[in-house]
Nanobody
Framework: QLQLVESGGGLVQAGGSLRLSCAAS????????ASWFRQAPGKEREFVAV????????SYAESVKGRFTISRDDAKNTVYLQMNNLKPEDTAIYSC??????????????WGQGTQVTVSS
């Protein structure tokens, strides 16, 4: 059994920052790529960022590039998403996922429940 729990969401003003955390339990996190996705009301789940299981290569959605940073700490079985210069359009439920390296939801086998991020104007 592998479970993921996100934390760090909240309400911030535009231009503010948040750091999301995703803690894994049940087995080692080291052999999986880790990603963040988000889902806003009325929209499908959207890819945000991914980091390869070795922890070196990363990729970002164009909408967040330069503002968000994904990182991981395998010793703590935790992946992070540092979000800077937040915009109202970033408002969504953010979920972490483990699986293959990619941008499709179909390559991820483990998902957390998500944490709400709300950015006010």
């Amino acid at each position: 059994q592998l479970q993921l729990v996100e934390s760090g969401g909240g309400l911030v003003q535009a231009g503010g920052s948040l750091r999301l955390s995703c803690a894994a339990s049940g087995r080692t996190f080291s052999n999986y790529a880790a990603s963040w996705f988000r889902q806003a009301p009325g929209k499908e789940r959207e890819f945000v960022a991914v980091i390869i299981w070795r922890g070196t290569n990363t990729s970002y959605a164009e909408s967040v590039k330069g503002r968000f940073t994904i990182s991981r700490d395998d010793a703590k079985n935790t992946v992070y998403l540092q979000m800077n210069n937040l915009k109202p359009e970033d408002t969504a439920i953010y979920s972490c996922a483990l699986g293959g390296y990619g941008r499709s939801v179909n390559v991820y086998h483990y998902w957390g429940q998500g944490t709400q991020v709300t950015v006010s104007s």
